[in-house]
């Protein structure tokens, strides 16, 4: 699918907007070795894009006698660690936002973020109030790769999800909104772009894209 003038954009938050893979990276690797729980880049990796909720209940295994709520309220302790890593816009999100927004493009985020967090991190950002719709791991039953957050999100815009265009950086998101019924760029911040293959396009940064030529075309 390869949209010339998509009639919407909805963005992914973490490793799309904003450079927070990194601190998730150490928040989960923290957490495994809190309790002696061997990892690997892999088993790190598949929290990308994901509700932690859902990841962890996979992995439960790894934990016995422990349960999902207090395994993750133990992993977001460490984001008051006082050497949490800094996060940083992912080069031309911001710019791409207030560009869209002042043309008068409906604009929706989908997160897997919960939602004080996904809030915190679009006021660091100073673009929430461009935003028509945010869809957090709060607001849906089922998060990535399921594609009930774009459906929402589009649904809400009244857009119909073969109009909009996604803009994800992780496989789950990616499958998320081709489940959708949507097209995706993807941006090569957190997984390398082979990772990202579903995706209709692949681009180092935000930087790279120009409204509404998308796709090229």
Not at 42 to 55: D, K, M, N, P, Q
Not at 94 to 110: K, M, T
Not at 171 to 176: D, F, N, R, T, W
């Amino acid at each position: 699918m390869a949209l010339t003038r998509p009639a919407a954009a909805i963005f992914d938050l973490d490793g799309t907007l904003i450079h927070t893979e990194p601190r998730n990276r150490v928040l989960w690797t923290r957490l495994f070795e809190r309790h002696g729980v061997a990892h690997d880049e892999a088993l790190i990796a598949s929290f990308a894009g994901r509700r932690g909720h859902e990841v962890l209940a996979e992995l439960l295994h790894l934990f016995p006698g422990r349960t999902v709520e207090e395994l993750f309220r133990q992993a977001i302790e460490y984001e008051e660690h006082p050497d949490w890593p800094d996060a940083e816009p992912v080069p031309g999100a911001v710019e791409l936002v207030h560009s869209l927004h002042a043309e008068g493009v409906p604009l929706g985020l989908v997160t897997s973020g919960m939602r004080p967090y996904a809030h915190g991190l679009l006021e660091e950002l100073g673009i929430t109030r461009l935003l028509d719709v945010i869809v957090t791991a709060d607001d849906v039953r089922n998060g990535k790769p399921h594609p009930e957050g774009y459906l929402a999100a589009c649904a809400h815009l009244a857009v119909s999800p073969a109009r909009a265009v996604a803009f994800e950086d992780a496989p789950a998101g990616v499958a998320a909104a081709k489940a959708a019924g949507m097209a995706v760029v993807a941006v090569a911040t957190t997984m390398p772009a082979a990772r990202l293959s579903q995706a209709d396009r692949i681009v180092a940064d935000l930087r790279e894209v120009r409204w509404p030529r998308v796709f090229g075309g």
